[in-house]
């Protein structure tokens, strides 16, 4: 008989070499603040935890979670030199379908940014259906999804910095 993982963001400390190099902007929503400034505060917590100085974190809010896509770009195209984009937001679920069209918009334009910049964008978007299920994962009994962003961000910058010499092969 298997165990239920309860917290989901227990994770083994990275060990990654060259971390206080690391230049991350992590974008924060303020709708849901309760919710995304705890995502946020466990995402930058993690981040220093694993070596990243408070000098090289960008740290910058947006109102609501559609506009992370678009200052995800102001800020890379502002600051070249980032190695990683971490946008934390999060849209409940309520009577219509409006979380859908959010969501599915701010993941396919963080993953086209992240292709054509060059620069991983993390989607580090809470998509619950209450309430109750956003506090859960919001440090609650399902951890914090923020820490798993920022892991996330620090894996993606640890192999964006191995493959810097390697060649394309598929036209890029």
Known sequence: MTRKKTNLSD???????????????????????????ALRDGCIDTLHHEGVPEDNITNIHVPGTFELTAAAKMVIKKHPELDCVIAIGCVIKGET????????SVAQGLTNLSLASGTPCIFGVLT???????????????????????????????????????????GF
């Open 97 to 104: 379908s409006h979380n859908e069209y959010i969501n599915m």
């Open 11 to 37: 994770y083994t400390p990275l060990s990654l070499t060259g971390v206080e190099k690391y230049k991350i902007a992590v974008i924060t929503s303020e709708w849901n603040e309760s919710i995304t400034f």
């Open 128 to 170: 619950p259906n209450s309430m109750e299920q956003a506090i859960d994962r919001a440090g609650g009994k399902y951890g914090n999804k923020g820490i798993e962003a920022a892991v996330t961000g620090l894996k993606m910058v640890a192999l964006k910095h191995s493959m810097k010499d390697s060649k394309s092969t598929i």
